[in-house]
């Protein structure tokens, strides 16, 4: 049963969204066309500087997508394009430019790289890596290969370089136009993956991290497989780079190369794509005909210009003239919302036997600091029990330890009968397990359909090269929208939402994980009254299908004695009481704790 | 003999190159990429010093303070709007080493410049002939951490900088100006840097990019170390002591990436480092 | 077909030149050069020695009765940059020919774009030796002519062991493996041969490899500036008084080490003392040319020099500047100038009158011994 609902009025653009999905292949096509006979124009020297500047622009998408959109700063591409140069190199004096050695070559540059990268990936991302710690990697990485190159000898050239190899039998206008095809096509699969909805992991990955990990995406796959693939593109631009120069150096793979596009793709503006390839073209072709009047006042400036950028226009000069684009009445277009469509909720009915949450003598302790001691609860589908307890009872760190297996704790946690001990978020979300912090946490830079679109991604994946024209919700994560509005501004910025609306769209997509166990923490905090209302009447529809359990922390005993099923009391990191509504609100002891007698 | 000297007098001068960079990182936590230049404006208060006639141990407090007064406008007009956008920050700071880079190179030249040295000759030390100037080092740096741990713990400032270390929100909340330690903590972390800059000059040349050689070392020292002094200490022994030992006994190439490529891997394995200890 | 100039000066510049008269065109020498980067020390005085050059030449009537222009492009001392640099000269200036001393990295970045330009060039720096290209030639040493005065000297005195240190790169590891083979063919003995790489500034565990070896001498070979002094303080500090040859030391930088440099050796094709009237002409006009903006000539800006005269000799030979005939007259063409009498006769190097030289205590070098045409041996056996 495949229930289509029309819910907006605006789903007739149709066309428009045609016209804007062919727009790319036609600047490109465009794009190749003026640059095929470019080369009849320009003088020698621009074709060459420009052949190798649009190479290096290659090299400023690829940083692009990792940096700008990713959100992983990286120096390290100029190892991968040293290495595929070298290789390239290499391989082309060895074998010569016969189609065996240049498909060698090709191999090489592309194989080697991306290995190292993997390795390089490996080691940059793990659960709980920092951002700091992979940029520091991707900086030692040039550093090392550098070394390496210089130790070469005769294999590498060490500080010369090597030069005199074979080549790809083609003019300089050839390598030009080989260049120019490059860069059009990295930077058009660049731009189709970027606005295709897989392209929206990427921004996701950047925005918010663990929250991408607790919709059970695996940010340090997907890290590491972008920094391979981006290492292999980088590979064949030193391919290219090798062949169209006829000489490789250990400079062409050192930081400061590295840190060089960086600086293009922060000038030409991060995030952009066009930007870093106009910006690294731009500054590359200034360079070469300046830096020989300026030596040193050419650096001063560059270094000038890139602390300002950084600091008064982070979006660098693309943002700007995007800035005067919009403010044109043609440059302000509306996306087109998706439709939203219901889907059937897949998870069947639990074996009834298996609690869905067992916990069994759960302690934890920071230090010396015992927050959890002999925590023993189970909890069963169809119930909705709040953990209740004074500030500092342990409530959030209880949550914590139920979705984050490499928490380090003592006993043992059950989802489903699985122990999640060791586990990471993502693979606990994969056991049925879904998350709504404290403090909603969505992602910011994208629209509200496709914060629940990459909640949808672990079951219905994500179109690699197209936006999809529908969106499949649950019906209880589409009644959140409905209720609270969200359902008329799906192709809102998440970060123009309220603070209430944010709340609502990170319920929705908690729930369109379809789990079969909710954690709320504090899901009605800062909330309006008739918001408060709604959400209680979702959970409480949730959890009476019965086949889905919430556990939720909450300070308003009014609201959890209106929807809780049941009620378990934490004080000082143990469990006092388990009960029904009843038992726990006429308690003495939950007075005596509430009153702050206990608190000491 | 010799090696124990060795790897003793290498983890000072390691030390003493990043415990600025230490202070800054612990307390603003970013890695600041305009290191290296601070260093090579310390050194090059040596050579002004020189030029001046004074003695050249003058250059320290002209070059802490130099570095200090450099770090609060850096702190003050790149840090300070950038504090929500880490990263940024980085680069930033990568951004104004190339400017201090090239501002030293306009108003001194490339040149290698000469500078005195502080302390000539050599000194027998248990039978075997040591350099005089590295156990002097090794004394300096002493003197630094002693000097260090007596403003983190004993000082007003150092309570702050230790509460904003572990919280600064709640620090913050405590009405600790998190604001003004962090200005007067980069520009302690800078003028440190300065410092270092002039007790490397006998041991390296003075030329405007006389920095760049010791900035990897000290990150990743730094990012073991993970904000603790003492943390600092032991890695600097212990990743001093691989370089001079892959150095002497495998290649003094390899030893040069020995910090570098050793800590990655500690840190990949062990995410909080030596501060754990 | 029309071909555009992305640059507005470029195009001026071009129409300017073509105004003039075919026979009276100026020829444009292009000097590709580390204005910035590890070379920017040296390049200065490498570009006032070509200043003087072609203001002499001019002076008395040119070449063929046409002026001699300079055209200066900054390669940063490195591959990229030199790309940059010879396409700019080759393709945007149109020069006629290329004389400069570069690294080894970005003179290697440009042999493609002299090929593909058919421009002939001039490398006038020393270096590791065996780069070998149709349109290059050397006026400088190779490790063939600079060592041997150096282990020679020191087998005199009676040095039978050696110790080698080096910075990681082609011109270390290039000169201290030739010291090692000519040490063991003249009966030496070589304790250690040890590298740091370039940028690296801790040599420590090194110089304790060095005292423990205990050599009867010292021979290094560092990149040039920073790595050098850091070395040598280095070594300074840690009591070494061997005697001591530093393959990669000039004038200037044993300056700027002050005391430390007291009695190291070096050996070069030129240094400032030579006692000949054609470097007392050289060093006097340099002064007047350039007063107190003079960087002190030495032994990689004088090739440069003498270098431009060989040019200027090759041209008139061929008479005109086309290139194959300029190659064909190139090694067949002598000029003499400070360094002595100069012919790039063998395999596109040169033989060089060598002088060893000890640092005095006030930073001068006296010179310590003279070999004559001591030949480049075979750097390139498939030219002629």
Redesign the interface.
Known sequence: MLETLPVTERAAAAPGRRLSRAAPFVVAALAALALWIAPLFLDTFAVNVLTRSMIYAVLAVTVDLLWGFA?I?TFGQAAFFGIGAYATAMILAAYGATPLGIAAAVAAALVAPALLGLAVGW?SF?H??T???A???S??VP??VV?LI??GGEWTGSSSGLVGFDVLPFEIEGYFRLAALFLIVVTLAAWILVRADAGRALVALRDNEARCAYLGLNPRRLQIRLTAALAGIAGLAGFLFANASGVVAPENAGFLFG?EL??WV?LGGRGTLLGPVLGTIAIDYLAANLSGDLP??W??L???A??AI??LL?GGLADLVGRLWRALPVGRREPAPPRLVARVAGTEATGTGIPILKVENLAKAYGALTVLEGIDLEIRAGELVSLVGPNGAGKTTLMRCLSDGTEPFKGAIAVGGTPITGLTPNRIVGLGVGRKFQVASVFESLSVADCLRLARAPHDGLNPVGQAETLGLPQAALDVLRMTGLDRLLTRPTRLLSHGQKQALELAMVVALEPRLILLDEPTAGLTKAERTTIGTVLKALTAGGRIAAVLVEHDLDFVREISSRIVVLHQGRLVLDGTVEDVVGSELVRTIYSGGAHG | M??TL?IL??AA?LFIVSIGLLAIFGVL???NFAHGAWLTVGAYCAVVTAKLGLNPWAALPLAFAVGAALGGLAEHF?IR??YR????A???T???G??V???V??AF??????T??LY???VEILG???????LVAFGIALAIGTLFALIIERTRLGLSARAVIMNETLARSLGIDTGRVRLVVFMIGAGFAGLAGVLLT??????P??G???L?GA??LV?VADASYLALAAACLVFGAA??LI??FVS??L???AI??LA??V??IS?KGFSRA | MVKWSLVGAAALALAATAGQAADGKPIVIGIPIGL?GAN??VAPSVVQSAELAVEEINAKGGVLGRKLVLEVADDASGAAGAQKAFDSLIYQKKVDVLISMETSAARNAGLPAVTKGKVPYIYTSFYEGHSCNRNMFVNAWVPEQQVPPVVDAFKAKGAKTYFLIGS?YAFGRGMLGFAKSYVEKTGGKVLGE????M????????I??L??AKPDALITSTAG??????LT??L????VTLPFANLALDE??A??????AEGVYLSASYVTGIDSPENKAFLAAMQKKFGAELRTPNDLSVPEYEAIYLYKAAVEKAGGTETAKVLEALPTVSVTGPRGTITMSKQHHAPLTMYLGQIQKDGTVKVAGTFTDVDPGAQCPKLP
């Not at chain 3, 300056?255 to 430390?260: C, E, N, R, T, V």
Request: proline share 7%; hydrophobic share 45%.
């Open positions: 959100g700063l080691l793990y709980r890596s951002p700091l710690y940029s520091v990697i900086l030692v550093i090392v070394q210089y130790s840190t960086v600086i922060a040193f006042l650096q001063l560059l270094g000038t890139f602390v950084i600091i982070p | 010799l090696l060795d007098t290498t001068i936590k970013i890695i790149i709007p950038l956008r880490p990263l940024d980085i680069l930033a990568w951004g104004l190339i400017v880079g090239q501002l190179t306009l030249g490339r040149d290698v410049q000469l005195p040295n000539a000759g050599t075997v002939d040591y350099s005089a100037y590295r006998p041991l390296t040349s003075v030329d990019n006389m760049v050689s010791w990897i990150f990743m990012m370089q001079v150095s002497t003094p190439i030893g040069s990436i570098a490529v990655a891997l840190l990949r995410p | 910035s920017s020390v990681d040890e590298y740091l790489p940028d690296g500034s801790d040599w420590t565990a090194i304790s490899k005292k423990e500036g920073a790595p050098n002094v850091t303080k280095q300074r500090g840690a009591g200037g930088t300056k700027s080490m002050g005391a430390d």
